[in-house]
């Protein structure tokens, strides 16, 4: 499921990242990178997640083109 779909608080586990390899490039230099769990914090005005100890902020777009697997680590 796309990551712009977790609701506030909800976790899930990055396992696919856009495209562009740009983008690529600037996610992962966050920490942002398949097998990493993920929390959003906020849905609005941006979505803010959480990834260890960064907090990111990303757009809708951006955020709809990261594949997760919702849930996370129990």
């Known amino acids: 499921m796309p990551l712009v779909n977790l609701a506030s608080g ?3 586990i990055i396992v696919q ?3 562009d390899s740009l983008l690529v490039r600037r ?3 966050c920490g942002l990178l398949p097998g990493v769990e993920v929390m959003v914090e906020r849905r609005t005005p ?3 997640v959480q990834a260890g100890a960064a907090r ?3 757009d809708r ?3 709809a083109g990261i594949m997760v697997f919702a849930g996370g680590e129990q």
């Open 10 to 12: 909800e976790k899930g």
């Open 17 to 19: 990242l856009p495209m």
């Open 27 to 29: 996610l992962v230099s």
């Open 46 to 48: 941006a979505l803010i």
């Open 56 to 58: 990111i902020a990303l």
């Open 61 to 63: 777009r951006t955020a």
